[in-house]
Every structure is written in structure tokens, then in C-alpha cells.
């Protein structure tokens, strides 16, 4: 069991000696069971703390803010900043490395094991307590979790309630960290691509009907994008104006910069923004799922990632945030790359 | 009767190779359909999975990139880098429910303008029963 | 005004009886709840909460034609203005804020430049509301701002869920004429109708969770510690996405763009779309100065809208408590929270 | 009929002069409506300029409101819509709608003395109420203008300026020396501070550079102006003109339908997001 106290203790040690700049973990939503990032300034501050299976958030995200913050100050501070990460959390660490976009000493890594649940899916965990409402969601023995409602315990099989990505997750120890806590066991993730098997074999039209009626929803808000620990480009082809204007950008510079997609939410737009972001996730997303988690509509967007993710494993033998020294998928090939699509 | 359907097809040339192949078919007159709209590229592997979507977006019915053969690329590994890129579009394109034949990539060198003119006859075959791409055309 | 109640089991036939109209009804999608006009639903779920999406997707649509643009033979250019088509539409379900943040919207897009596209749409626009037997949302905190779970502000009719059947108010003309459709569907009230509404209504207004006391004191406090660092911590977590502002029921700011189907000869349309105060780019000059540069200047912004500059304009806030910024918001800032904080800031 | 606010009426160029040429250029457009007469407008008001397919960008209007054949703006290329602009000849086609914001306050200014003190671009907005004030020399006091810009080069009006130097007192200045400069060189403020003009019945009315304004406002407060006599104009991002799309505001003024002319004593109380 990953013990919070000593999570505690890890992150006091950290800023009293400090090591880190900040640290960013977890804390309760006022006084209920959600949990929302926390940035833990002050040792004293670390009792806000909490390590529950309400912490679905991929808390890496952060360090762009802190990398674009770093690129605006004048002296800015550059210890590193301290994070808790999952398992998921940390392979997309390696992929920021391996990128080159963080160094390795600008984040202090703790690491929490997952062992052998995940974190929860709260529809999932609405469904089971159909109606009742949660006081407490934390983790059980063995493989459960344990419910407090109406001051009386639950215990859930963890399968029941786990978010999807948890039920697919090959990585459920981190893989880079300073700090590790909770014990490393071996679990069977089982058809790692099951979420998408049933699409795959679906027909042609059914898929384009379906994926239709998906992304006709989508809003634009931006809310995948804007999670995403992958998602940390100055320019997106998403934005009217990139952030990269600076005062040194031409006239003529912004006037010929491409719009490629158009500010209306048709389908049209909605298709070109998803599929770029897929493409460009593909051999990058390490499925911690947080797209699919904050999407107001609920666009199944993990469902695209991890067709990429099956695609560059069966395809070139490619696994994304395992090592931080690999090339990128699509910076690198082998001789043999299949080309039996090529005519 | 409506006049038959003839499919547009956006393709994107390698400068070395396949430009100068479409080229050969040319100046050799050997006749292809004119359904091609070709956009001359510096190599296969310029070609980002910006250019195709984007292609699809305005209304292409299918879309073509075609380098050089292995081991032919001008810039040593372009068409590789290609290869693998674009071998993930089309899986992508296709997982989202566009038909397969509408997006296609090709190997053609400088001395194969039979294989091109032959190629485009083919791709012009295969998308005439397809009818027109209108999943991710613009409705606008 | 005029009072009256219906059968739920003559509810069907009333939607049925709004032949000249497009109606919305609420619809339950994976998601949440959708106004949807399919036309196959006739009734109000039983269990039914509120739309993801407000209502005022149907009013101040998240795209708006405005014109289309088109280079004639002799250079000149013709501008073809597109309106929203004439046909009156009815929405069911909706909730006391989101009626009242349709008014809050009504000034707004009314004042010294009218704004055609949004009357067009308001004044063919009939809401109907359903008052709240409990919080859609348990975030729900319009008694805080000035609301309440039955409140009539911005609504044509205001029904009133007694079990087997609704109360109808008519509050307006336009609620008057959809009685009409159907009127032998709607009965004359009785005292026992009215003390059962006055009941339900009172039931629901205790029913609610959340409060953000002092909310008047607000733009006072907020104007004090605009330039604290208070903002600063309070937006740390912030993703910048739209989430808060996109679905927040009177949010209206937009973007305005020119697309072109053809170069030569120019053609095109200029198009209104949703934008929000949280990107970056909305307030960036062309020059890449941004006068609202970070996540602090841009939280800011969006409470300071809805509790200092529009009190100041309007003498009204634009938050009606309707929760929806809260329960969506992936990395969990709250409203209530922060506001909460900000009065007792400095304290 | 309700007017559709949004809907331009079209424009012609009917004449294009470069200012300034070089990586910042600045080209001075006379327009007028292809559909009547042009509208009137205040001092200080702005238009909404549309270069179809390219979108809209708000302009100040440089002439004098007494010029009734034309309109004109001057403009620096500087994003998408403006870029577009300067690649435009006359008789090309724009779309123009307004006029937009509140523009000085020339009617109380009367009997007085009129400070101008702009900057690079800047001379633009405060170039209509110049014009208006030579025109109606009799309702005011003594005029002075006090202007600066980078380089010689990149002084807006140069023409102009020569022969104004005939009417009233002109001060121009250069950041760096060149040769062949005979007047000040320095910034903007330091020109002021050095020309001292007096704020005994006068009203100083300054636009340029953010920074510039700045230290204008201060200058000129060593010099004992009051906040009220300092006027100045505001910019900010903005797509509606009218006060709806949300993004011009500063504090619940929106710059595009209740500015931009804002005296420093309005001024110094709104947040400070511009």
C-alpha cells in the first residue's frame, strides 16, 4: 500500500530542504471525495495531501506552465518542480525527455505505485452505487476499493469501477522516478487494445457513422488539448493567433502563417482538428486518458489514441514512455517498415 | 443522363522521382485521365498528414503521395520517414471510416512514367465507384 | 398572467398541438442531458436535470452566418446578408437560471447596437421553464445570486412539476399563445393546485447545497485586490481550456471570421463563432502584446465579469448559480470557492 | 427596419500614399462609400475596415470629421487584415462600419490650448483633431505639436508636417541621432519635458506606444498638468466594435464602444489591462 504518511514525509523533506521549487500533487475538492492538482508550497502545507483513486489527473501537464514561465522571467527560479506520478504519469515524463522538452533535473519525481488497481472512472462508480452518493472512495486491499456511503463501507472489486485506460494500463509502476512508493506487483493487463477491438471490426460506414455522431458534438473547448501532458506546442494549427508571436514576428509572417482549420465547429473542422491531434499523439500518448476524462461531451477520444498506440506496436514494434532515450516514432524507421499498403 | 463521375485526386509528387515520372508519361504521351491534380513537393517525406487532411477537407476524392523507391531517395531517407508516417494516416483515415482506397501512397521513379500513367488509371477506377468524398469535404 | 395546470398524461398531446413550431425537448444522451428536436420525445423526464449545453446554444448559436461575400464580373463586390430563418421555436426543461441568464444576455446583445442575429432568434424564442423539486446539479447555488429554483425571470412559462401534473404559469404573450394551441388540455387552478406549487417551490429552495454568501460585497472586494497575487494562486491549476466559459449559460463573447470557398474570384462568408476570455488568444494583439497574458489575468477576468463589471453596467451579476463551471471543471476550481476566498482575502 | 450592425458598407480606395517604408510600413488610405455620402464621426472615433476574406480590423480615422469627402486612415502593416491592406491599389473594394468609440471631447476644449503629443502611429487619431482645430482656428487657443517617431524615416505626414510648421509651433524629435537632423533627439517625453508647454488653459492630448503614453502622462504631470487636461487614446484587441464580443474591455469599459479617448483621471482608475 502506498502509505500517505510517507508521501507526506517525502514531500516535507523536498521543500524543507528545497530541493524543489514546488510541489504539485493532490488535494480534496472543499470537503467531499474529488480530488483536484495542488500546488504545495510551504512545508507546512503538505496535509493537503491526499493519495485516493479519485486522482485520475496526469499532473505533468504542469510543467509546460512552468517551462513557459521559465522562458518569461527574467531570473527565473529553475529548481525542479516535484510531482506525484502514476505509473501512465511517468511514461509521459519519458516522453517529454526523450523530446527534449524538460530535462531530467527539472522535475523531482515520486512515483506512486498503482499495484493492482488504477485509478476510478466516476460514471462507472455511479452506476454501481446507483444513487447513493460517495462520502469517501479510497483504495482497499488486494485489489479493491473501499466506498464509504451512509457511513458504511463498500468494497468494490477494482475491475467494476476502474477507468478504462487502468483495465489496458501495461505500466502500472512507475517507470523514471526520484521516489518510489507502494510496492511493485505484477499484474496482467490483460487484451491491452480491448477498447478498440469492437470499432475495428466494425464496417466501414458504421465506423464513419459513429465516429460522425462523435465529433459532430465536439464544442471546441479545447479542454483535450488544453490536459493533455502531450500537448505542449507554442503554435497549434487549432489557435487564431499562436503564442509564438512575439514582437519580432514579422507582418508578413502572420499574415501568410495557413489556417488550417477554420474557427466553426462543423464536422469538417471538428474531423481535421481531431485527426491532427491524434496523428501528432500517435507514438507520444501514453493513454493516461484525461482527454476522454474532461471532454464535456464525452467524445471517446482515447478510442483514436489507442488505435495509434495498437497501430505503431503492431506496425513498427514501437511502445511509447518506456525508455527516455528511444527516438520518437516518427523521427526514426527501420528498413523493414511494412509497405505492402504502398503501391 | 448525369454526366459519369470523375473523381478528383490531389497527389503529391517527390521533385526526384515521381514528378519526373509523371513527366516521362508526359513528354513519352502516353495517356492517363486527367482526374490528377498534381502538387510538386521537394520529397515524400515533406509531405505532412497536414497536406492530405487538409486535401480531404477541400474536397479531394482521393488523395495520392509518391516518392522515390527505397534506398532512391534524394535526400537518403525521406521516403522512408514517409513510409512510416503516412502508414499511420491511412490506418487513421481508415479507423475513422473513410474508405481505404481514398488515400494512397506510391513508390514511382524517374523512368516509370508506364507505372504512373498505369497507377492513375487504376486509382481513377477505384474511386469512379466511390462516388464523391463527401465525409470530411467542407460543407462550406 | 395566466395560471392553469395539465395532465402529464396530456402533456404529449400539448407538444403534439405546437405544430407551427420547432420544439425542443430535453433528451438523455451518454453525456448528460441535450435539448434535442427530434420530435420523438413528448414529455419531461421524470429524472431529468439540466442540459450540459444551456439553452443558449438555440439563441446565440456556437456558429452564425453573417454574410457571404462574393467578387462580381466587374470587380465589384456583392454582400449577401444571411439572417436565421423565420420559424418560432419552443424550448421545454428549461431551468430557472438558465431563463434568467437568457435575460442577462438580452442585455447585452440589446443597448445602442442591437444585435439582429440574437433577436432574431429571442423573439421566436419561447422558454419554457420548469421549476427545480431539486437541484439539478449539487453545485446548484442561484439563491446565492439573486435567483431561485423557480424563478420566472426571462421565461414565457414557468411550469411547476406537481406529480401527476404541472402547474402552468404564463408570464408572458408569447406563453399565452402556447396555452392557446391546445387549450382544452389545460385546466382551471384550484387553491389546493396553488398551496401544492407554493409547497414544491419552497421544498426546493431548502433542497439547495451550496451558498456563496455576501455576493453583493463581491465587486467591491474584487475591485480591492485586483492587483493582489491572490489570483495568481487561485489559477495555478487552471488548464485554459474553454469548459467554464463555453458551457456557462450567459457567457457571449464571440469571434467574428472571414472564410474563403475561392481565391478567384473571391468568395466567402464572415461568420460569428464562441470564444473565451481563457485562451490566450483572445485578447493577444496582433503585435503578440496580450494585456491579459497568464491564467491569473484571465480568472480574473471571467469573476470580475460576472461580479464587478456587469454589476456596474447592469446592476445585475452574470452568474445565476447555475454550477455548471464547477461540476465540468477537470481540475476542480470552484466558483463559490474562489469567490468565497476572495471576500475573505486580506481579512 | 433594425440596421444589421454587423453588415459593412463597401468602400473604395480612391487614394494610397506610402508614409514610411522599410520592415514597419505605414501607408496613408483615403476611402470613400461606394453607396452615399460617408457617415459622420467625431474626433477621435475609429472605423471597422474589412478587407474581405481576410477579416476586420479596427482603424482610427485620421481626417478631420469637416472633410465630408472621404475618409482616411493611416496604418501600419502589422497582422493579417492591415498586410492585406497594404497590398491594396486604389479603387480596390474594403468594407467599412462605424463609426465606433466616443472621440474627444473637442467641444469642451474650446477657448483653450491644445497640446499634441504623439508617436510613431500614433499621430493618427490625434491627426483628426488637429485638422478640426486649423479649420476652426478662431474656437481655440494656441496649438503645438509635440512628435516623435524612430527614425526620420519613420515619421508619418512628413509633407504635412513641413507646412504645418508654418501655423503653429512644431517639435519634432528622433530617438538616435542621424545626419542631417537639425531638431531633438530623444524620446518623446524627454521632448516634452525640454519644450515645456504650459498647462495653463490647455489640454494635452497625447497617443503613441503604451510605453511612450507612460511616460508622457508623467512628464507632462511634472510639468503641473491635472489628470483632466491629459487625454489619451486606448487599443485593444477587438473584433465587434460594438461592445458585445467581449475582449476590448478594460475593467467594464468596453475600449471599442466607451473609449478609446479616455482623460488620465478616467484612465488611472480602470484596471490597467491594455
Redo the contacts between chains.
Sequence with gaps: MVSLDQLKEEVKKALSSGKVKYFIGYEN??SGW??????IRQPEDVDRLVWTPACF?NLV??LH?EKRRRAREKNPDIRPVGLVVKGCDSRSINVLLQEKYIERNDVYIIGVSCELTGVINITKLNQHLNGLKPQKVLFGSKGTFKVIVDDREIEIEAPDILADRCLECPANFPVIADVILGEEIKRNPGNRYQSISA??KMA?????????QQFS?C?????C???CPMCYCDEC?A?????A???E????E??Q?TR?V????????N??YH??R??HL?GRCVDCG?CE??????IPLRL?NK??EK??KE??GYEVGFDPAQPP?????R?N???D??? | MAAEFEPRIVAFLCKWCSSAGADLAGVSRMEYPPNVIPIQVMCSGSVS??YV??AL?HGADGVLVSGCH?GDCHYI?GN??A???L?????????????PQRF????VSATEGVKFSQ?IY?LVKELKPLGPQT?????? | MMEKTILKSSFPQWIKSLQSFKVFIPKRE??GWELSSNNQILEIASDYTYP??PPKKLIFP??EIFFEFEQNPDNGIELKEVLPEESPQVIFGVRPCDGRAVEAMDLVFGGSFEDLYYWRRRRQTTLVGLACHQPPSENCFCLSVEGSPYSEDGLDILLTDLGDRYFVKALTEKGEKLLSEAPSLFKEITPKDREEKERVHLEAQGKIKRHLNGARELPEKIKAIFDSNFWD?ES??C?????CT??CPTCHCF?I?D?TKSLAPLRGRR?R??D?CQ???FT?H????NPRPD?ASRLRQRLAHKFLYFILLYDRFQCVGCGRCIS?C?????II?VLTRARNHGK | MVNNVYLPRIGEIIEIKDEVKG??PIKTFRVRLTDGPIFSFRCGQCAMLSVFGKGESMISISSSPLVTDYLQFSIL????V???L?EMEPGNLIGVRGPYGNGFPIESWKGKNLIFIGGGIGLAPIWSVLQTALLQKDDYGELMLIYGARTSQDLVFRSELQQLKNQIPVHLSIDVAEPGWSEFVGFVPQNVLDKKPSPQNAIAITCGPPIMIKFVIKALKDLGFEDDQIYTTVENKMKCGIGKCGRCNIGHHYVCKDGPVYSWAQLKELPQEF
Design positions: 475538492i472543499g474529488q480530488v483536484r492538482p495542488a500546488f489527473h501537464r504542469f506552465d470499432y475495428e466501414l460506414d458504421e465506423r464513419w457513422s459513429f465516429w460522425q458534438r464544442l471546441r473547448c479545447y479542454a488539448r488544453s490536459v494549427v489557435d487564431s493567433i499562436a503564442y508571436v512575439t514582437a514576428t514579422t507582418a508578413d502572420k499574415a502563417k488550417w477554420e474557427r466553426n465547429p462543423e464536422l469538417s473542422e474531423i481535421f485527426l491532427v491524434a496523428i500517435a484525461e476524462r474532461v471532454c464535456p461531451v464525452e483514436l488505435k495509434m497501430e505503431a506496425l513498427f516514432l516518427i523521427a526514426c524507421f528498413d517498415d511494412p509497405q499498403f504502398i503501391r | 498528414p497536414l487532411f487538409s477537407s527505397p531517407k522512408y520517414y513510409r512510416r508516417r502508414a499511420l494516416v491511412k490506418k487513421l483515415l481508415e479507423y475513422i471510416g473513410l474508405e494512397q501512397m506510391s513508390w497507377l487504376d465525409k470530411f469535404r467542407r460543407n462550406y | 451518454n453525456f450540459v449545453v456556437q456558429e494562486e495555478s491549476n488548464l485554459r481550456c474553454g469548459i463555453y458551457l469571434d471570421n472564410e461568420i463563432t464562441w473565451t485562451f490566450p488568444d493577444m496582433s503585435s503578440g502584446h491564467r465540468l477537470p481540475v476542480g476550481i470552484d470557492e | 520592415a514597419r502593416k502589422m497582422g493579417r492591415t498586410s492585406a497594404h
